[in-house]
Nanobody
Framework: QVQLVESGGGLVQPGGSLRLSCTASRVMFGIESMGWYRQAPGKERELVAI???????DYANSVKGRFTISRDNAGNVVYLQMDSLKVEDTAVYYC??????????WGKGTLVTVSS
């Protein structure tokens, strides 16, 4: 069973930065993609950024130019560098992994609050 451990959430003022990390363990046959989703109160969960095997990445339009997704060399850790944070970025951020066998796994979520 793949396990995901997230860290890095917290309270930050508008314009500030945070970096989220997610470590995947017990991955048996490789990872197809790692990414971050978020869910704000009263809203549906949405894709924030994704990093695929091979190196391609995609971002939600709302975070392009402000957020950067990256992976470690081993490929089992994914980071989300969030700069120029806005109040509307406030949400619970979830790590998502799709294994090479196309099994999806979710982290428990980490809360990011952007407020003055």
């Amino acid at each position: 069973q793949v396990q995901l451990v997230e860290s890095g959430g917290g309270l930050v003022q508008p314009g500030g930065s945070l970096r989220l990390s997610c470590t995947a363990s017990r991955v048996m046959f490789g990872i197809e993609s790692m990414g971050w989703y978020r869910q704000a109160p009263g809203k549906e969960r949405e894709l924030v950024a994704i990093s695929r095997r091979g190196g391609s990445t995609d971002y939600a339009n709302s975070v392009k130019g402000r957020f950067t997704i990256s992976r470690d060399n081993a490929g089992n850790v994914v980071y989300l560098q969030m700069d120029s944070l806005k109040v509307e970025d406030t949400a619970v951020y979830y790590c998502h992994v799709l294994t090479a066998g196309l099994m999806p796994y979710w982290g428990k979520g980490t809360l990011v609050t952007v407020s003055s």
